[in-house]
């Protein structure tokens, strides 16, 4: 069973715009959520995280949202840039990380 | 100290032989995980260490895969009679455990990928 899910396999935006990558998760005892970014042939780079007491997490560019009610989380990168180009993974924690299945993210100048 | 190094990048292996990884974690933390990824898929958890102690290991781990984190530093994973199958990136990441509780944040290797012939 899939516990997290990122339901669009990819997604392409234009430079300067907003990107917006979303996860769904189903176990409510996840207490931690990150999104990683992942380049081929290397290993994820952590980006931002947000706790399952917050519903919202800001850095520079990129804002995480969660919804708990609704078991939702997203990634807002504004604005793309083409630098952002990339596989995203949402990962939810109790320890371990349990990852979804990632989305390609394509920002193109 | 740059981050989570692991040795070798790539791999490449002939059917049934052994295989042995090595992954160094970020000097001060003490936790250390093993995660595997196949194309299409987002890493699996396999095992992780809590100093030298192995807390958990997937059911993904089968009698041929075996980890290790002597003096709970670097750690192994080595892999006898490959399979096909076992073709991955393999993934090491650390962590630093946190107080109270809280959350931590894994920071992961280079990954050493993975294929068997």
């Known amino acids: 069973d899939q516990q997290v899910k990122q339901n669009s396999p990819s997604l392409s935006v234009q430079e300067g715009r907003i990107s917006i990558l979303n996860c769904d998760y189903t176990n409510s005892m996840f207490d931690y959520f990150l999104w990683y970014k992942k380049y081929p042939a290397e290993g994820p780079t952590f980006l931002i995280s947000i706790s399952s007491i917050k519903d919202k997490n800001e850095d520079g560019r990129f804002t995480v949202f969660l919804n708990k009610s609704a078991k939702h989380l997203s990634l807002h990168i504004v604005p793309s840039q083409p630098g952002d180009s990339a596989v995203y993974f949402c990962?939810?924690?109790?320890?371990?990380?349990?990852f979804g299945t990632g989305t390609l993210l394509a920002v193109q100048p | 100290d740059t981050g989570v190094s692991q040795d070798p990048r790539h791999k490449i292996t002939k059917r049934g032989q052994n295989v042995t990884f090595r992954c160094d974690p970020i000097s001060e933390h003490n936790r250390l995980y093993w995660y595997r990824q196949t194309l299409g898929q987002g890493p699996e958890f396999l095992t992780y260490?809590?100093?030298?102690?192995?807390?958990?290991k997937s059911r993904l781990l089968s009698d041929r895969f075996s980890a290790e984190r002597p003096k709970g530093s670097f750690s192994t994973l080595e892999i006898q009679r490959t399979e096909q199958g076992d073709s991955a990136m393999y993934l090491c990441?650390?962590?630093?455990?946190?107080?109270?509780?809280?959350?931590?944040?894994?920071?992961f290797g280079p990954g050493t990928r993975l294929l068997v012939l």
């Open positions: 260490f809590q100093n030298e102690a192995q807390l958990e």
């Open positions: 990441a650390s962590s630093l455990e946190a107080s109270g509780g809280a959350p931590e944040t894994q920071y």
């Open positions: 990962a939810a924690s109790r320890y371990k990380l349990i």
